[in-house]
Structure formats: C-alpha cells, structure tokens
C-alpha cells in the first residue's frame, strides 16, 4: 500500500480515483477550495507548502484545471490564457515541486482530455492545453530521475459531466467515472512511463 497524493480530489474525475485507488492505497486528498489539504496549483509556492506539509509520498494524482470553451472569433488573451495557466501550468507545478517529495519508483499521473485527438468547436483552448500537456509527459518520462514514472490520462466526456459539456461534444460516447478511475490505478500500479492512455475513444 502506497501513499498517494490526490490533487483536484473533490472534482468529477478527482471523486473517481479516490475511490478507485482508496482500497489498495492510503490516498491524501487535496482540494482548491475544500478539504483538509488545500492547494493553488498555479502557485508553485502554495505546491511546495503542501509537501511540506505531507511529506514523502509514493505517487502524485492530478486532476485539476480548467480551460476555456467559446467561440475562437470572440476569445480574448485572458480567457485563453485561464486554460495554460490553470490546467497546464497547474499540473505542471506540481510535477516541478513534487519531484523531492516523491520515493524512488514513484509516479506522476496528469490528466487531459479527449479535445487532443477530437477536436470540438470551441474547444481551441482545450485542444491546445491538453496536447501541451502530452507533450510535457512524453518529454518529462525521458529524465525523470530515481525510476520515477509520468503517465497522462486521456478520457472522453464523463458521464456525470453530460450536464455541464454535452452540448461541446454531441454525438460522444460517455464513459463511467468508475471506468476512469481504473485509468489512473494504472498508471499508478503499472510499470509505464511517458504513455497517453486513453479512455473511451
């Protein structure tokens, strides 16, 4: 049983892997505005504070960021920017100040999304974020020291998520927030490094 850090845990995608990794692990659950643990992602600072506070773990979860959706015609540098600095940078922090905190043979599991292999109208921002962020994981696996793994999580629309995106992505199948959590038990129980794994699509 490791312990594993779990960053966006009170989010759709957050909620599915606690329950998916709280039977074989002792998961830390982070939140940005509730929980016990709380963290700005975006603050590298604020990221370096929470492991402080921690300590050494054996793997670190990220499920948090946002983007954002409209029309590309009418986006302005400040909305486009929400998406690269939340949930770009925002993962990206974690992996840059985590890396002394996290035990030898341990793993980094980021999280993007469908938009960066099926393009979606008004998706310009999340199709940027989420191929940026495949590429830092691919890039990142080749020098990670101490065996430490990096893996990404691709999913498709949630099911829960229908509610609030369906209309981006109509004609999409929508998967299970439990089929999406056994994604990211994974990439943490799992021997890969440097791989995309899609779920749904």
Same mark, same amino acid.
């Given at each position: !049983?490791?312990?594993?850090?779990?960053?966006?845990?009170?989010?759709?995608?957050?909620?599915?892997?606690?329950?998916?990794?709280?039977?074989?692990?002792?998961?830390?659950?982070?939140?940005?505005?509730?929980?016990?643990?709380?963290?700005?992602?975006?603050?590298?600072?604020?990221?370096?504070?929470?492991? $402080?506070?921690?300590?050494?773990?054996?793997?670190?979860?990220?499920?948090?960021?946002?983007?954002?959706?409209?029309?590309?015609? =009418?986006?302005?540098? $400040?909305?486009?920017?929400?998406?690269?600095?939340?949930?770009? !940078?925002?993962?990206?922090?974690?992996?840059?100040?985590?890396?002394?905190?996290?035990?030898?043979?341990?793993?980094?599991?980021?999280?993007?999304?469908?938009?960066?292999? =099926?393009?979606?109208?008004?998706?310009?921002?999340?199709?940027?974020?989420?191929?940026?962020?495949?590429?830092?994981? !691919?890039?990142?696996?080749? $020098?990670?020291?101490?065996?430490?793994?990096?893996?990404?999580?691709?999913?498709?629309?949630? =099911?829960?998520?229908?509610?609030?995106?369906?209309?981006?992505?109509?004609?999409?199948?929508?998967?299970?927030?439990?089929?999406?959590?056994?994604?990211?038990?994974?990439?943490?129980?799992?021997?890969?490094?440097?791989?995309?794994?899609?779920?749904?699509?």
């Amino acid at each position: !049983m490791g312990k594993i850090v779990v960053i966006g845990a009170t989010g759709t995608i957050g909620r599915a892997v606690v329950s998916s990794l709280s039977a074989r692990h002792d998961v830390v659950e982070v939140g940005s505005t509730r929980g016990a643990y709380r963290v700005d992602a975006t603050n590298i600072e604020s990221v370096r504070k929470l492991f $402080e506070t921690i300590g050494k773990v054996d793997g670190v979860v990220t499920t948090t960021g946002r983007v954002h959706f409209g029309p590309l015609t =009418e986006t302005t540098p $400040e909305q486009f920017d929400l998406g690269l600095r939340d949930k770009l !940078m925002g993962q990206i922090n974690v992996v840059l100040a985590a890396q002394p905190w996290l035990n030898d043979g341990g793993s980094f599991t980021l999280t993007s999304g469908i938009s960066a292999h =099926e393009p979606v109208r008004e998706g310009s921002n999340a199709s940027c974020v989420n191929l940026a962020l495949q590429g830092f994981v !691919m890039s990142a696996a080749l $020098e990670l020291p101490r065996s430490i793994r990096i893996n990404l999580v691709s999913p498709t629309i949630l =099911e829960e998520s229908v509610p609030v995106f369906g209309d981006y992505f109509v004609g999409f199948e929508p998967v299970s927030s439990q089929r999406v959590g056994l994604a990211y038990l994974r990439c943490v129980e799992g021997p890969d490094t440097g791989r995309v794994f899609r779920v749904g699509y």
